[in-house]
């Protein structure tokens, strides 16, 4: 079947360590997008891809970092930096106008 | 700079209908998408528009006027499995088409 996944579903890590939210997808998709939501609250844009090789910062990329090497790929690593990292964390692809979204990654950092 | 209002919470009873509003000002508007979330899950396609009026798909319409910066989300027939969060949001075409969401509508069907 055809779709994205994330993993893992939930994470836990402590304060001060890196941690890396995988995303694949085989959709043949050309763009994919890093999203964090905050209970309550709306999907804000960390980064996004929309080629092999290139990617660009969204709204909210401080702390965050990513790498595009293969088409199917995006992953997005959460550094030491970033001062609120607990967080449900969504990736995306796309081709074309609309946004199908993974099942999404619970990092909780304490 | 982008701004998408829609409210923040609702209530409405199983058969009726309700209207879910969104007033948006942002350049580049290229489309507007509706998703449906359920707690803790992902986000799922609802409806798109791009030209002014109603666009209705089963239970579900979508309605665009972008000269007034507004849309909105019927649900008709209103089934407790309705209940979840309705994100608005709007499609950038000076920003890689990008997608900024509003915070949300919590829809919340009682019997």
């Known amino acids: 079947d055809g779709g994205i996944t994330q993993s893992p579903k939930y994470l836990f890590r402590k304060e001060g360590q890196n941690v890396t939210l995988s995303c694949e997808q085989n959709?043949?998709?050309?763009?994919m997008y890093w999203y964090r939501q905050d209970p309550g609250q709306g999907l804000r844009l960390i980064y996004y891809s929309q080629i092999v090789n290139d990617f660009q910062k969204g709204d909210i990329a401080e702390g965050y970092s990513v790498s595009r090497e293969k088409k199917e790929s995006f992953p997005l690593t959460v550094t030491s930096a970033q001062k609120n990292p607990t967080a449900f964390y969504l990736c995306?692809?796309?081709?074309?106008?609309?946004?199908?979204f993974g099942p999404g990654t619970r990092l909780t950092v304490t | 700079g982008q701004n998408i209002d829609q409210p923040t919470e609702m209530t409405a009873t199983e058969g009726a209908i309700v209207q879910i509003n969104c007033t948006y000002q942002?350049?580049?508007?290229?489309?507007l998408f509706w998703y449906q979330q359920h707690a803790g899950e992902a986000p799922t396609f609802l409806s798109y528009?791009?030209?002014?009026g109603l666009e209705e798909k089963g239970r579900f319409s979508s309605f665009l006027s972008r000269s007034k910066g507004y849309s909105y989300l019927l649900l008709k027939e209103l089934q407790m499995k309705d209940s979840a969060s309705y994100l608005c949001a709007v499609r950038r075409n000076n920003a890689g088409n990008m997608l900024t969401f509003g915070g949300g509508t919590r829809l919340m069907v009682k019997p």
């Open positions: 528009n791009v030209l002014d």
């Open positions: 959709l043949n998709h050309d763009a």
């Open positions: 995306a692809s796309a081709r074309g106008r609309e946004q199908y």
């Open positions: 942002t350049s580049g508007f290229n489309g």
